[in-house]
C-alpha cells in the first residue's frame, strides 16, 4: 500500500519538530547541567548558541521550534510553570536579534567579513543574552520564583556564561556550519 504524498507530512513540520526536540534537550542539558543556584538559571547555557543559528538558518520556523523546545524542555528539567508559556519568550526575542542582524542587515552567517564578526558579537553575544536575560529574570522576580537578593548571582550567570557560549560555540556553529546548511534544501 503506498502513501500519496499529500498524507505525508510537509518538510516545515518535520524542520519545526527536529528543531524543537533539539533545543528540548539542549535546553535540559543547560538547566540541569550547569545550574546557578537560581531556579531555572543556567551559567553555561549551550542552546544559546544553537537558538542563535536555527534563528539565522530557518528564520520564523526556527524562532517556532525554539519556543516549543523551550516549553518541552522545560517539561522534562522539572521547570514548567504556567508562566513558561511567557518566559519561553524571552529566549525567543533574545534569538530574534541575531534573526534580524543577519537576515534583514546584511550581516553574513558565514563570518566572512570583520563586519560580519562585529554583528555577531552586537547581536549574539550582547543583545541577545541582555534581552533574554532581562525579559526571564524579571518574570521570575515578577511572579516570585527569584527573589530580588538573586538578581545580581543570576544575571551575572546568565549573561557571562551567555557571552562564552555565543564566542566558543556560536562563532565556530555559524562559520563552518552555514555553508553546508545552505547546500541543503531546508532553508529554501
Request: glycine share 12%.
Amino acid at each position: 500500500m503506498a502513501i500519496s504524498k499529500s498524507k505525508l507530512p510537509s518538510n516545515t513540520f518535520i524542520l519545526v519538530g527536529v528543531l524543537s526536540g533539539m533545543v528540548a534537550v539542549l535546553d535540559y542539558i543547560g538547566v540541569i547541567g550547569f545550574p546557578v543556584g537560581v531556579f531555572g538559571v543556567s551559567a553555561f547555557y549551550v542552546g544559546a548558541a544553537f537558538y542563535t543559528a536555527f534563528a539565522v538558518w530557518f528564520k520564523l520556523k526556527g524562532l517556532l521550534a525554539i519556543y516549543i523546545g523551550l516549553l518541552i524542555g522545560a517539561l522534562i528539567s522539572g521547570t514548567f510553570t504556567v508562566f513558561a508559556f511567557v518566559l519561553a519568550l524571552g529566549n525567543v526575542l533574545g534569538a530574534a536579534v541575531p534573526f534580524i542582524f543577519f537576515n534583514g542587515l546584511g550581516f553574513n552567517p558565514e563570518l566572512k567579513r570583520a563586519r560580519d564578526y562585529f554583528g555577531f558579537v552586537i547581536s549574539a553575544t550582547v543583545l541577545q543574552n541582555l534581552i533574554s536575560a532581562i525579559w526571564v529574570l524579571t518574570g521570575f522576580y515578577l511572579v516570585g520564583i527569584m527573589p530580588a537578593e538573586a538578581a545580581l548571582l543570576a544575571s551575572i550567570g546568565w549573561i557571562g556564561g551567555g557571552i562564552i557560549v555565543s564566542i566558543v560555540i556560536g562563532i565556530p556553529l555559524l562559520k563552518f556550519t552555514t555553508p553546508l546548511i545552505k547546500k541543503t534544501t531546508l532553508i529554501r
